[in-house]
């Protein structure tokens, strides 16, 4: 069992950045695929970026293409996502999921990902 713990997330301004964490712990000896997902108020969830294991590739939604970076600690047990130039449309609850395997064919499929955590709250005003 992996556990998922985010943190990182706050209130900015537009045009502010944010480094957002994800800690895993648990069975974490081997690596996985991870990804970034959010949801913002009466919208579904969405995939944002993901990471597969090892960070031999990285696959970015067109909307932070640019903006984000998704990237892997040192260890195998950190992931982050760096936001910069942020929009009052990406306030949302942003989650960190990790997958036994990377589907390329459809890296955001929600159902690929095994684990995930409970979230953290990213507010941008204009």
Not at 10 to 29: D, E, M, W
Request: with cysteine; hydrophobic share 35%; charged share 15%.
């Amino acid at each position: 069992q992996v556990e998922l713990v985010e943190s990182g997330g706050g209130s900015v301004q537009a045009g502010g950045s944010l480094r957002l964490s994800c800690a895993a712990s648990g069975y974490t000896y081997r690596s996985y695929t991870m990804g970034w997902f959010r949801q913002a108020p009466g919208k579904e969830r969405e995939g944002v970026a993901v990471i597969a294991s090892g960070g031999s590739n990285t696959v970015y939604a067109d909307f932070v293409k640019g903006r984000f970076t998704i990237s892997q600690g040192n260890a195998k047990n950190t992931l982050y996502l760096h936001m910069n130039s942020l929009k009052p449309e990406d306030t949302a609850m942003y989650y960190c999921a990790a997958a036994n395997y990377y589907h390329p064919s459809n890296v955001f499929r929600e159902a690929n990902f095994d684990y995930w955590g409970q979230g953290t709250q990213v507010t941008v005003s204009s």
